[in-house]
């Protein structure tokens, strides 16, 4: 998939899961702020896989830096669509995003805690999705409305973050699935990659499931950035659009009731 459908995708699946205001599976509690502000942060989380490819679109958050970010990711996971793209690597990003919330301050005098860690992975998250999705041009801008979402949360609704590491990891799951729905693949069970047996790989429709390489594979939408990939994408990014909407509704009249 491509970047945009991957962003969208992440979107469209937090809403599915947390919103309450139209149809949607609930499978997680959230407060209408964490379903709206969820929706951008998991749209973002479902482009941290493609952090092992140095010329993917986080690669040039950061000048230099973020290629080099990236180009490292892409040297110890084993390359493009390899460790990162894995069941593996969704436990990691659970258990990093996870320790990362433990980072907190207190400064001297207030009366609650800052949670800086859960802040710096809302940033970059809003900071991704905003620019992919073109909510703005530059990504000085991305980078403020990151900040701006983050400080927002932490300085006044700090227990808004309690949902962040299970967003996070909806994200980088959802990006997995939408991978694995193109012709290429993905490497599921990485570093273990069994190659089929000689009957499957003779036997067209299991041979481009369970691909010669090891790769797993549903594909459905051809190659990535395909006519069917986009078709997809618009109701899919109507629900997001909807729910986000909707929920927002919810929160300016909880403001003036």
């Known amino acids: 998939m491509m970047g945009t459908s991957h962003a969208v995708t992440g979107a469209a699946a937090w809403v599915a899961v947390t919103a309450t205001t139209l149809p949607a599976l609930h499978l997680y509690s959230a407060t209408p702020a964490g379903v709206v502000l969820g929706a951008a942060v998991c749209a973002g989380a479902a482009l941290l896989p493609d952090a092992d490819h140095h010329d993917a679109t986080i690669a040039h958050s950061i000048p230099v830096l973020g290629r080099v970010a990236a180009g490292t990711v892409e040297s110890v996971s084993g390359g493009h669509r390899h460790g990162m793209h894995s069941l593996l690597a969704v436990l ?48 000085l801008a991305a980078w403020a409305l990151g900040a701006g979402a983050a400080a927002l949360v932490a300085l006044w609704a700090p227990n808004e973050f309690s949902w962040l590491p299970v967003c996070i990891g909806v994200g980088f799951a959802v990006h997995l699935i939408g991978d694995a729905l193109t012709t290429e693949g993905i490497p599921l069970l990485w570093p273990l990659n069994p190659r089929p047996p000689r009957s499957i790989t003779h036997t067209p429709v299991l041979r481009a499931i369970w691909k010669r390489n090891g790769y797993l594979a549903i594909p459905i939408l051809g190659n990535a950035g395909s006519l069917r990939e986009w078709l997809l994408m618009l109701p899919i990014a109507a629900y997001a659009v909807w729910g986000v909407a909707a929920t927002g509704m919810q929160l300016v009249h909880a403001a003036f009731a």
């Not at 980072?103 to 800052?114: F, N």
């Not at 949670?115 to 073109?134: H, N, R």
Request: proline fraction near 2%; hydrophobic fraction near 55%; include cysteine.
């Open 92 to 139: 990691g990003i659970l258990a990093a995003t996870t320790m990362l919330s433990a980072l907190r301050w207190t400064p001297s005098g207030w009366d609650h805690t800052i949670q800086v860690g859960s802040a710096l992975s809302v940033m970059a998250c809003v900071t991704f999705a905003a620019k992919v999705l073109t909510l703005v041009r530059s990504w």
